[in-house]
C-alpha cells in the first residue's frame, strides 16, 4: 500500500533554477514555484508539482525512527500521513533550514485527546543536523520530520 503525504505549499516554496546534471539535483527553471509537495514515504520520494506539473524529485528521503504508520502521538517518532500545509520556516534550526509543516490538525489533535495523549508537533520538511560533517546521514533518524540533504533543501 503506497503512504503519500501531501503538503499545500502555498507559494512558500520556491524551486530555484540553474542545477546542472553534475551536482544530482533536478533541474528546475528559474522562478518556477511548487504550490504542492507530495512524499511517497513507501518510495522515499519527495515531489514537488507546480499545477499538474511535477518540477522536481528527490529520492531516499529520511524520515522518523519509525517510518511505518500515521504519526498519532508524540514521541512516536512516525512522520504524518495525510494533507499538511507548508506554514512557515524555523530561522533558529538545529537542522540545515526548516519548512513548518503544519501538523497537528484538527483531526489529528481530536485522536490524541481521546487517548488522554499529546499529538505532539514541531514537524518539518529540513537538511541535516547542523553539526553534522556528512551530505546526508543514511538512516531514518528524524523524530517525525522528512529530511533531505543540505543541498536538496536549499533547491526546494
Not at 21 to 31: I, K, N, Y
Not at 41 to 69: F, H, Q, W
Not at 135 to 144: A, Q
Request: charged share 20%; net charge neutral; proline share 5%.
Amino acid at each position: 500500500m503506497r503512504t503519500k503525504f501531501n503538503l499545500f505549499a502555498c507559494a512558500l516554496l520556491a524551486a530555484c533554477g540553474s542545477s546542472n546534471a553534475q551536482s544530482g539535483l533536478p533541474v528546475v527553471a528559474e522562478d518556477t514555484k511548487a504550490d504542492l509537495i507530495v512524499v511517497d514515504k513507501s518510495d522515499r520520494i519527495l515531489m514537488l508539482y507546480n499545477g499538474n506539473t511535477e518540477i522536481a524529485r528527490y529520492s531516499a528521503i529520511k524520515l522518523g525512527d519509525v517510518p511505518v504508520g500515521h504519526k498519532q502521538f508524540e514521541g512516536d517518532e512516525k512522520t504524518p500521513e495525510g494533507n499538511y500545509f507548508i506554514n512557515g520556516r524555523n530561522p533558529n534550526s538545529r537542522y540545515h533550514l526548516s519548512l513548518r509543516v503544519s501538523y497537528p490538525n484538527a483531526a489529528d489533535r481530536s485522536f490524541a485527546k481521546s487517548k488522554g495523549k499529546s499529538p505532539g508537533g514541531d514537524i518539518f520538511i529540513h537538511g541535516q543536523p547542523n553539526w553534522s560533517p556528512v551530505e546526508r546521514l543514511t538512516h531514518d533518524w528524524t523524530d517525525g520530520c522528512i529530511a533531505l540533504s543540505n543541498a536538496e533543501i536549499r533547491q526546494v
